[in-house]
């Protein structure tokens, strides 16, 4: 379990860009009893693939239908080649 400085760190990003990705429904965090956040591994891994769809050109908008299977496969082919 990570809190949010150290998923930050962990994947290179600002915590305000994390917490934005949170706001937008990327990535969701469980609440502790102090009410921090908590991220899992899994958390970690849909970041990443957040950043390679983004670094293939995508938008985050994009990413968040690739991300519920709603992209179009022909796009998603076109925007990473």
């Excluded at 957040?50 to 994009?62: C, H, M, N, R, Y």
């Amino acid at each position: 379990m990570y809190r949010i400085s150290e998923l930050a760190q962990k994947v290179g990003l600002s915590r305000s860009t994390l917490l934005y990705y949170e706001k937008l429904g990327l990535i969701s965090a469980k609440r502790q009893s102090n009410g921090y956040r908590c991220y899992t591994d899994k958390d970690v891994q849909r970041v990443k693939l957040l950043q390679q769809l983004q670094a293939g050109g995508l938008t985050l908008k994009e990413c968040q239908a690739c991300l519920k299977a709603q992209i179009d496969r022909e796009l998603l082919l076109h925007r990473l080649n």
